[in-house]
Nanobody
Framework: QVQLVESGGGLVQAGGSLTLSCAAS????????MGWYRQAPGKQRELVAS???????NYADSVKGRSTISRDNAKNTVYLQMNSLKPEDTAVYYC?????????????WGKGTLVTVSS
């Protein structure tokens, strides 16, 4: 198992920047998929960005070019830097760790951190 704790959310004006952090309770060096998801009021949870052990990244089109996901395996932490924030980025942001043991895939989630972007 792995517990995830997000931090770094808050209120920011449009055009501003935030860096979210996700601290894991154990080593993430062998967790291939680490990601950030978000859920806005009345909407489904969606992928924002993900990163693999090798450093390969994937971004939602809505944040591509404005966000950077990174991982520090030594600190068991994943980051999401977001720039040029827009009101539509307002959501609860969740950290995700996806483990695969044999063929069993398990998703672990943090409790989320709220990002509010004012216009």
């Amino acid at each position: 198992q792995v517990q995830l704790v997000e931090s770094g959310g808050g209120l920011v004006q449009a055009g501003g920047s935030l860096t979210l952090s996700c601290a894991a309770s154990r080593s993430i060096s062998r967790i291939n998929h680490m990601g950030w998801y978000r859920q806005a009021p009345g909407k489904q949870r969606e992928l924002v960005a993900s990163i693999t052990i090798s450093g390969s990244t994937n971004y939602a089109d809505s944040v591509k070019g404005r966000s950077t996901i990174s991982r520090d395996n030594a600190k068991n932490t994943v980051y999401l830097q977001m720039n040029s924030l827009k009101p539509e980025d307002t959501a609860v942001y969740y950290c995700n760790a996806r483990t695969t043991v044999l063929t069993i895939l398990t998703d672990y989630w943090g409790k989320g951190t709220l990002v509010t972007v004012s216009s």
